[in-house]
């Protein structure tokens, strides 16, 4: 399989879940092809490790952001942290933010101030950005229209409408897709994967979660990448390496690496 190339462009591969495996699955991922990952920081206290970890191997990029999922670890002061290490480091996107209200809209107005600093952010050190979405796709759209970063970026698991998709891709934003393909009840996913152009997917694990069918309950991994790969290919009409060399080719160009 050396003649295949993927990038993982979502996965927690820094997780402590990983600590005693790491090299073993990377070798892994080699074997199936998987050459390049962006693994994204979710909290300020992991970005020195974070990118120490991805210093050390060719082929593991990373980004730097703060979760909407751990607004209790967020602080101020962060947001200056991460401006400062953006330019310190080598960080390929702001990553990952976004908007969360799968749970409610309590701390819509929390969330809402801290994805807005760090679109700024963004913008400021024209990078893309990892866009994690939940039940706030317009909310999301609205501040990107704001903000028109140049760099765009890829909206993590996209899961929303045929039109929200498009309005996504009008703005230069690449949609991921991964494990949830390969379940048939994704029946809107997986008619969204055919209708829309092939250079507006990219794919990912987002490891250790979002399990692919049949392993649900278990660790995902990054070498599951040619899993999603072909359940993708299999829905579309192209040849597989027509479709394997523009998802890399977008993989890499939204990345601008």
């Known amino acids: 399989m050396q003649s295949e190339s993927f990038f993982d462009t979502h996965c927690h591969f820094d997780f402590e879940c990983f600590d005693d495996n790491r090299q073993a699955i990377w070798e892994e991922c080699q074997r199936q092809g998987v050459r390049n ?26 980004g730097l952001g703060m979760h909407p999922c751990f607004l209790d670890q967020h602080r101020p002061e962060h947001l200056v942290q991460l401006r400062s290490m953006l330019l310190e480091y080598d960080a390929v ?12 809209t309590e701390k819509m107005d929390e969330q809402i101030q801290l994805f807005s600093a760090q679109l700024a952010i963004a913008k400021e050190a024209d990078l893309p950005v990892l866009l994690h979405v939940r039940k706030a796709h317009d909310q999301v759209l609205k501040l990107l229209r704001q903000f028109k970063l140049p760099r765009a970026g890829i909206v993590h698991a996209f899961s929303g409408s045929q039109q929200q998709a498009e309005h996504y891709i009008q703005l230069g934003f690449k949609l991921g897709v ?57 829905l579309r009409e192209e040849s597989r390496e027509a479709i394997m060399n523009q998802l890399l080719k977008s993989s890499l160009s939204i990345l601008c690496l």
Do not use: K
């Not at 990952?37 to 990373?62: M, T, Y």
């Not at 507006?200 to 309950?217: K, S, Y």
């Open 178 to 234: 991964g494990g949830a393909i390969t379940y048939p009840r994704a029946q809107r996913l997986r008619r969204q994967v055919v209708e829309l152009p092939l250079d507006a997917w990219v794919l990912e694990t987002d490891a250790p979660d979002m399990p692919l069918l049949g392993h649900q309950g278990e660790i995902n991994s990054p070498a599951n990448i040619p899993v999603v790969f072909e359940e993708l290919a299999s």
């Open 37 to 62: 990952l962006l693994i994204p920081g979710v909290v300020a206290a992991d970005w020195q490790r974070l990118s120490l970890l991805c210093e050390a191997q060719d082929g593991w990029h990373f």
């Open 93 to 104: 996107a702001v990553a990952e933010i976004g908007l969360d209200f799968w749970h409610g």
